[in-house]
Nanobody, 116 residues
Framework: VQLQASGGGSVQFGGSLRLACAAS????????MGWYRQAPGKQREMVAT???????NYVDSVKGRFSISRDSAKNTVYLQMNSLKPEDTAVYSC???????????WGRGTQVTVSS
């Protein structure tokens, strides 16, 4: 499975961005996809995940502001980020859990920068 993330950029406080993660390869093996982020000097944290049946999970700090969704036909997962704050600044990466793999697959990160 290959994961290609896109959509990062620089916005001001309160702005919006939409990230996309396109999966290719053995996509039928994917059971869950998610977005993670890592800010400078901090550990990577889960931002949002979505399963193949549409169950979602969010870190508390983004609830009500971020929304994860998927387009099964395009094998793409989106992260709509609204009301962005400077503390959302990080490298965002997507990953995918596969039914047969012991560890998730990761895509390359995309930088999100929010200025005050």
């Amino acid at each position: 499975v290959q994961l290609q993330a896109s959509g990062g950029g620089s916005v001001q406080f309160g702005g919006s961005l939409r990230l996309a993660c396109a999966a290719s390869g053995s996509t039928t093996s994917i059971t869950r996809m998610g977005w993670y982020r890592q800010a400078p000097g901090k550990q990577r944290e889960m931002v949002a995940t979505i399963t193949t049946v549409g169950s979602t999970n969010y870190v508390d700090s983004v609830k009500g502001r971020f929304s994860i969704s998927r387009d099964s036909a395009k094998n793409t997962v989106y992260l709509q980020m609204n009301s962005l704050k400077p503390e959302d600044t990080a490298v965002y990466s997507c990953n995918a859990d596969l039914s047969w793999a012991a560890f998730p697959y990761w895509g390359r990160g995309t930088q999100v920068t929010v200025s005050s």
